[in-house]
């Protein structure tokens, strides 16, 4: 038994032993959790749930929330189909979750984590939910694995019709190519049990650093919006409580760039709208007027607002409730006192976006990322760029304080999500013509212009 606790400092798992007397501590990472046992002595600092139950959302599976707890993984039921079951509700115990959970179920190798996401999933303006499955959008899977080379060679004798040509190279040539970019191997137009879908498999290790340490930000930006956890992982548990707190100092951070330092206003909609984006502001699809829907973030978020609520309103209490304070909406008139935009039907938060909130949120962002800035800041206002590999905290703190009220704050923030995200994404998409192979490369190509040209119209 234990338990977790957040802090904005660092991570630590405390594990107590009952009846041994002893305790161990363990550090992850630039964010904190603390895990130990809840007793009348050490008492839970929010409602506790263990680590390996169910979740709705893939939200940090210790926020208080009020949904009913889960008490065992998600069970599919006689009567969970797809194709009946209504759109996900806010908890993992509903059909259409149940009915997701069951795909795993095809698989014989074994998938430590697992999430669904996209239009099938969670409802988003402009795209189908016809009743003719072929006017249906693929579900979109992730599995995360230990193994990869061992993966996909039971994957190969199970399913080899799930893979292109490459399959004929053997299982080490298919890890060695999921390698490459963002780390991701997908599988496109597969069916399972009559339903079509899309199952990218990733390896642990790279999911749970690419959460942390933004590597690519290639899935840590997908999870950046609602998903639904199929199968739980403790360590990509965490991982992701920080990928979403890195993600709000972020997006507050692009948000409040032009404003003066100070209190201002930010809406639900301003930030969900601004985290949802994020993944794709280095994503060179977005480039191209067909190849994506221009209006894909805005549809995203005005169809999901609950499911981000469901997101991030507890950790936004939890990680920011010292300067991000909840101002309900004002039933004769806005109040005054701070810039920013009007309360929406709900409300809003007054920010604290003073030059020191700015340049906390600037020192704690993942280390790469924050390297990423640091270069583009001396860019743009024509500076020496750091020379040192990394520089020590004194030094990254006298620049966060001047990029923090600098005009060019804005400019850099998007040149550091450039720099991480344009590779990786562009690799992914060469990537997957050998991997789906050349049929369903055009197929896959095909529905994404439909898509595109349709939004544009």
């Known amino acids: 038994m234990f338990r977790l606790h957040a802090h904005r400092s660092a991570i630590h798992l405390h594990i107590h032993g009952h009846g041994h007397g002893h305790s161990h501590s363990v550090g992850v990472g630039g964010l904190g959790l603390g895990c130990s046992c809840p007793s009348k002595h050490h008492p839970a600092p929010w409602p506790w749930r263990p680590l390996h139950t169910a979740q709705p959302l893939g ?77 249906r959008p693929m579900v979109d899977l992730i599995f995360g694995v230990t193994h990869p080379t061992h993966w996909h060679s039971i994957n190969l004798a199970q399913h080899p019709h799930h893979y292109s040509s490459l399959r004929l190279l053997g299982s080490s040539a298919v890890a060695n190519v999921q390698d490459m970019g963002a780390g991701v191997y997908y599988n496109p137009y597969v069916e399972l049990d009559g339903v079509v879908v899309k199952y990218g498999v990733v390896s642990i290790a790279r999911l749970a650093s690419d959460l942390a340490n933004w590597d690519s930000l290639y899935l840590a930006g997908r999870m950046h919006k609602p998903i639904q956890v199929l199968r739980h992982d403790s360590r990509i548990s965490i991982a992701q409580w920080s990928n979403l707190t890195s993600a709000v100092k972020l997006a507050l951070l692009l948000i409040t760039a032009n404003r003066p330092a100070g209190m201002t206003h930010v809406t639900p909609k301003e930030l969900y709208t601004t985290l949802a984006g994020l993944s794709y502001r280095g994503d060179f699809r977005m480039a191209f007027k067909y190849l994506e829907n221009p209006h894909k973030v805005h549809n995203l978020v005005a169809t999901q607002m609950p499911y981000f ?43 604290d976006a003073s030059e020191r909130s700015r340049t906390q949120w600037l020192l704690e962002l993942p280390r790469q990322f924050a390297d990423w800035t640091r270069f583009e800041y001396a860019r743009a206002a024509n500076k020496p760029a750091p020379t040192a590999t990394r520089l020590t905290h004194d030094e990254a703190a006298a620049v966060a304080m001047e990029m923090a009220t600098s005009p060019y704050l804005e400019k850099c923030l998007n040149g550091a999500l450039y720099r991480t995200i344009a590779w990786p994404a562009l690799t992914q998409s060469v990537k997957g013509i050998a991997t789906a192979g050349a049929s369903r490369t055009v197929k896959y190509a095909g529905a994404k212009l439909s898509k595109g040209i349709k939004a544009a119209k």
């Open 309 to 351: 609520d469901h997101v991030y309103r507890a950790l936004i209490d939890q990680e920011f409730g010292h300067q991000l304070t909840w101002e309900p909406a004002d039933p004769v008139g806005e109040s005054a006192g701070a810039s920013g935009g009007a309360a929406d039907a709900h409300g809003r938060w007054i920010v």
């Open 59 to 135: 939200v940090h599976p210790l926020s208080a929330d009020p949904l009913p707890p889960a008490s065992a993984p998600i069970v599919p039921t006689p009567g969970d189909d797809l194709a009946t079951a209504a759109p996900i509700d806010l908890h993992s115990a509903s059909p259409r979750a149940r009915a997701l959970a069951g795909l795993l179920a095809s698989f014989k190798a074994p998938i430590r984590f697992a999430f669904a996401y996209g239009s099938a999933v969670f409802p988003q303006k402009g795209y189908s939910s016809a009743a003719n499955p072929a006017d």
